[in-house]
Structure formats: C-alpha cells, structure tokens
C-alpha cells in the first residue's frame, strides 16, 4: 500500500516562494516529516513535483498499477486550469485529498475556482505545511478504515 503526495508547479521553490504568502519550509521537509508519518503507519509514502502537467498526469495514470492507494495532491497553478489533471484522477478512481497552503478564497478572485475541488475527499487549505500533515492524517485514518 502506498499514499502519492503530488506537487504542482513552482512548489520546487517552496522555502524561498514568496515565503509571505507559502511559509518557509521546504518541500523536502515536507516529504522527511510526512514520509516518517507514513512509515510508523507502516505506509508507504511517495513523493513527485512536477513542473509540467503531462507529467503530473502520467505519474496519476501510473499510479494504480504501482499500488497507491491514496493521492493528496497541490494541484498549485493547475488547480485553476487543468481539466486535463481532474480527468486523470477521474479516470483511475483513486481517492485524493486537495492541499492548498495559502488559503486560496483569500486571495485573487481567480483562485477560489478549482477543477478539483467538487471530485476531492477532502479540501485543506491556509493551514501551511501543516496542511499536508493533516491531509496524510485523514488519509492514513481512511487506509485503516478500509
Ligand atoms: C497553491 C495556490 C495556487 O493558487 C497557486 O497557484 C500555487 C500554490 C497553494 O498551495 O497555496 O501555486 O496551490
């Protein structure tokens, strides 16, 4: 069994992104905490950030054959574009939980859409990267429960 935790555009940068807005941690931080989390849990847990979306799609399609389970993704600049991304996990039917660590009805008018949101579990966003933690939380309780 495995959680797949995907990260959209630019989330390479985090730590030095616009701190003010997406906080200081990194995204390997990120993936170090959660990947401890998931192995207590005795999880799996990967980790793929991608700047392009085809990439992101195929890494989705790829998925149930490679045992995931569960997709907590930060769509990030896709969030507000992809259809082509929401079909993807349309399409392997895999459950995934929507992080977002800015709150996103707080900001530009354009970002309180997401082509996500409405086929997700679940919505984290604002919280920071604590939020990824919460999703991997509710992720992890779902696992259990099945
Ligand atoms: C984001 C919010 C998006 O609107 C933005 O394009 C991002 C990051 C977030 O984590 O707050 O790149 O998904």
Sequence with gaps: DAVLVLHGPNLNLLGTREPEIYGRTTLASIHKAM???ARSFGVRLESFQSNHEGELIDRV???REQGVRFIIINPAGY????V???DALAAVAIPFI???LSNVHGREEFRRHSYFS?????VVSGLGAQGYEL?????LARLRAI
């Design 35 to 37: 990947e401890a989390r």
């Design 61 to 63: 399609q790829s998925a």
């Design 79 to 82: 969030t507000h574009t992809s």
């Design 84 to 86: 082509a991304l929401r």
């Design 98 to 100: 929507e992080v977002h």
């Design 118 to 122: 409405d086929i997700a579990v679940g």
């Design 135 to 139: 999703a991997l939380e509710a992720a």
